[in-house]
């Protein structure tokens, strides 16, 4: 079966830069899509289609793409984006959904 | 706005099944694909299946394949999830999700852009 795999943990200071990586072989043909999780909540979308940036989510959140890694960049971290983020894409056949293991950002 | 509202907790013994509801409000129901997403405690998030309702179209994980039953009644914008068997390794919360796609020149993205608040199952003897 297809997977996605994370770093599970990061750690960096307010203020600093907090890249999160996700590789998998299908990310070239699909588009990844990033969610935070605080406790008790549902997933919330940060980053679509690999850059985009919906609607309400602050500029300090970004994305890119490179073969088959894509990164999550938080820059100038707030103790507020402490959460788990997750990656999910799809398989080659579009069929199945598929999220990373999930990483836990800590703001020191 | 799409806004889904799940059925409440659920307390489960081993070896019986459950049965959670999704109503959606907002939207047009019979268009929507509707996947369900899992996450066992301090565990990360697990896609189960998903279904169009309109024509019947459902897709389930391969973990998930005998166990796992969704279903949809467009007349009250309603999805179910049903799952058998149960485990003491089934207990988590249970998420239902708007599910789209886009189809680019260069690459295919399939999403979740809605969800709903969680239901808690928890299976013990």
């Known amino acids: 079966s297809y997977e996605l795999t994370q770093p599970p943990s990061v750690s960096v200071s307010p203020g600093q830069t907090a890249r999160i990586t996700c590789s998998g072989d299908a990310l070239p043909k699909q588009y990844t899509f990033w969610y935070q999780q605080k406790p008790g909540q549902a997933p919330l979308m940060v980053i679509s289609k690999d850059n985009e940036r919906p609607s309400g989510i602050p500029e300090r959140f970004s994305g890119s793409s490179s073969g088959t890694t894509v990164t999550l960049t938080i820059s100038g971290v707030r103790g507020e984006d402490e959460a788990d983020y997750y990656c999910q894409s799809t398989d080659s056949t579009y069929t199945y959904q598929v999220f990373g293991g999930g990483t836990k950002l800590t703001v020191l | 706005q799409v806004q889904l509202v799940q059925s409440g907790a659920e307390v489960k013994k081993p070896g019986s099944s459950v049965k959670v509801s999704c109503k959606a409000s907002?939207?047009?129901?019979?268009?929507?694909?509707l996947s369900w997403v899992r996450q066992a405690p301090g565990q990360g998030l697990e896609w189960m299946g998903r279904i169009n309702p309109t024509p019947v179209k459902t897709n389930y994980a391969q973990k998930f394949q005998d166990r796992v039953t969704i279903t949809a009644d467009i007349s009250t914008s309603t999805s179910f999830l049903e799952l058998s068997s149960l485990r003491s390794e089934d207990t988590g919360v249970y998420y239902c999700?708007?599910?789209?796609?886009?189809?680019?020149?260069?690459?295919?993205?399939?999403?979740?852009?809605?969800w709903g608040q969680g239901t808690l199952v928890t299976v013990s003897s």
């Open positions: 999700a708007r599910t789209l796609a886009f189809y680019g020149v260069a690459k295919v993205g399939v999403w979740f852009d809605s």
């Open positions: 907002g939207g047009s129901f019979s268009s929507y694909t």
